[in-house]
C-alpha cells in the first residue's frame, strides 16, 4: 500500500520505501562482513518484523536459516505494556549457533531485553541483534543492539511491518499516525 492511500491517517512520511531498501541492504551486508565463515541462524520477532526479515534475508548473498519466535508487551495500544506474553517460540535448537534477531523497532527495550536474556539462557555461541528503527528516546532497559538502520523520534509509527491494531502493516514507508486515528481506538 502506498502512502497517498492512507494520506489522511498519517502526521508525515518518516522514511519512505527508498530509504528503507537502501539501509536493509547496507544492514545486510555489514552482517555478512560480520558473519563470513560462520552459519548464522536469523530470528524474526513476529509479526512486526515480517517485512524487514524478508528483505534483510533476500539482501543476503549467503545462506542464512530463519525462524521465528511470537512475544508481545503492545496489546492494541500505542504503549508497551512491559509485560512479555509468549505467543510463539522457537522451532529450532540454537544450542552453539550465532543467532541474530532481526526486529522492525525498539521502544522501550523491556520485551527485546527479555528475548535476549531467554535466547542466551540457550547456549547459542553469539545472540546479536539487527533492527531496522530505534527510539533512543523512549528506552526504559537498555539492550546492546550491533545493528540499527534508523534512529527515529519517540512517536507512534506505522508501516513495513508496523502496525495499529493490526492495521497498517502493508504499507510501503514508514509513517507517524495522526493521532485522530489511535485515539479513536484507545
Known amino acids: 500500500m502506498d502512502p497517498e492511500h492512507v494520506s489522511k491517517d498519517l502526521k508525515a512520511v518518516l522514511l519512505s520505501e527508498e530509504e528503507i531498501q537502501a539501509k536493509v541492504h547496507e544492514l545486510a ?3 555478512e562482513r560480520d558473519y563470513a565463515g560462520r552459519d548464522l541462524l536469523l530470528v524474526g520477532v513476529l509479526k512486526g518484523a515480517v517485512m524487514v526479515m524478508a528483505d534483510f534475508a533476500r539482501a543476503l548473498t549467503r545462506h542464512a536459516e530463519m525462524d521465528w519466535v511470537a512475544y508481545s ?5 500505542t504503549q508497551s505494556s512491559g509485560v512479555v506474553r509468549i505467543l510463539k517460540d522457537l522451532d529450532t535448537d540454537i544450542t552453539g549457533r550465532h543467532v541474530l534477531i532481526v526486529e522492525d523497532i525498539i521502544d522501550t527495550g523491556l520485551t527485546l531485553s527479555w528475548l535476549v536474556a531467554n535466547l542466551r539462557s540457550r547456549g547459542p555461541a553469539s545472540v546479536e541483534i539487527c533492527t531496522l528503527l530505534r527510539k533512543p528516546e523512549a528506552v526504559k532497559m537498555a539492550v546492546s543492539v550491533k545493528y540499527v538502520g534508523f ?3 519517540d512517536e507512534f509509527v506505522v508501516g513495513y511491518g508496523l502496525d495499529h491494531a493490526e492495521a497498517y502493516r ?13 485515539s479513536e481506538v484507545e
Request: aromatic content about 8%; overall charge neutral.
Open 151 to 153: 534512529d527515529i523520534p
Open 73 to 77: 508487551s503492545y496489546g492494541s495500544g
Open 29 to 31: 551486508a555489514t552482517v
Open 170 to 182: 502493508n504499507l510501503r514507508c514508514v509513517g507517524t499516525l495522526a493521532p485522530h486515528v489511535y
